[in-house]
Structure formats: structure tokens, C-alpha cells
């Protein structure tokens, strides 16, 4: 399977993201792109070989790595041995959600420095500290707001 330059271009760019943003390899940023983007949506482990010219051992550990992580999970179909890999279905709400823990250590790692708070710019631990609480106070409100226009996006 040859993928358009479009669909070439997206790949490339959701690997560049992920490697950038999240500390993972080019390769999950890749698969994540083309499950994003794949007909069918749920892809077999040669499917990402061929599409992302990728070895099979790569596509083999990041699929785990993405398992692991939430977002992909494996789909079998009766009278098909293969196991094929898709998104989750309502992935990204539930991604999001999951931040709330992750501005909550933010705010912990901030708060832990309180006695330790240098002369010299101590917006380095006050400016952090102020925007995670900020943020933890907000998440949840922002959350409800979040459900509700995708509730009101799929019922229009």
C-alpha cells in the first residue's frame, strides 16, 4: 500500500509531534497518525509494516508502547487469526481526562519546593505553582464544557 503525499506528509508530521511532545519514538507518532487516518481504521501489524515502511519488530513494540499507553487496542475478527490495531474509540476525551493527574504532580512538584524557593528568580517555583493550581482548579469545569459541545456535535 502506497500512501498518498497527504496521507505521507500526516504521518510524518504526527511522528515529528509525538517524538517532540510526549518523549516517544518517531515510530508510535507514525502508527498514531496512520490509525488516525487508515481505511480500513483497524490495521494488522504487516498493514503498519507495509504503510509506515517500518520493520516489523518496531511496529511490534510500539503497538505495545500505545497499547500500554491507552491509546491503540488490538480488535480480532471470528474466523480471522490476525490481530489488528485501531484508536480507542473516544480516545481523546478520555486523554484529556487524564491530565488532570499529570497538572496535579505539576502542582506537588511545585508545592515541594515552597521551603526551597530561590532569592534569585523565584518565579521559577511560585509562577509554576500558581498556573497548576490554577490549572487543577479549572480542568474538571473545562472537562464537563469539553463533553458537552461533543455531546451537542453528535447529536446536531
Not at 12 to 35: C, F, I
Not at 47 to 56: F, G, H, K, N, Y
Not at 131 to 140: H, K, N, R, S, Y
Amino acid at each position: 500500500m502506497k500512501l498518498t503525499k497527504a496521507q505521507s506528509d500526516h504521518v510524518e508530521h504526527a511522528g515529528r509531534w509525538w517524538e517532540s511532545n510526549s518523549a516517544g519514538s518517531r515510530t508510535a507518532g507514525r502508527m498514531l497518525g496512520w490509525l488516525m487516518i487508515c481505511e480500513p481504521a483497524h490495521q494488522s501489524s504487516s498493514d503498519l509494516v507495509e504503510a509506515l515502511q517500518s520493520s516489523p519488530g518496531s511496529v511490534s513494540t510500539q503497538s505495545r508502547t500505545l497499547e500500554t499507553l491507552g491509546l491503540v487496542e488490538r480488535v480480532t475478527f471470528p474466523g480471522d487469526r490476525q490481530t489488528y490495531y485501531q484508536l480507542r474509540p473516544k480516545v481523546w476525551p478520555e486523554i484529556l481526562w487524564s491530565e488532570q493527574q499529570r497538572l496535579e504532580a505539576l502542582r506537588d512538584l511545585a508545592a515541594k519546593a515552597r521551603d526551597i524557593i530561590p532569592a534569585e528568580r523565584p518565579d521559577r517555583i511560585t509562577d509554576l505553582e500558581r498556573i497548576a493550581e490554577f490549572l487543577v482548579a479549572e480542568w474538571p469545569d473545562l472537562m464537563e464544557r469539553l463533553n458537552a459541545y461533543l455531546e451537542k456535535e453528535t447529536t446536531s
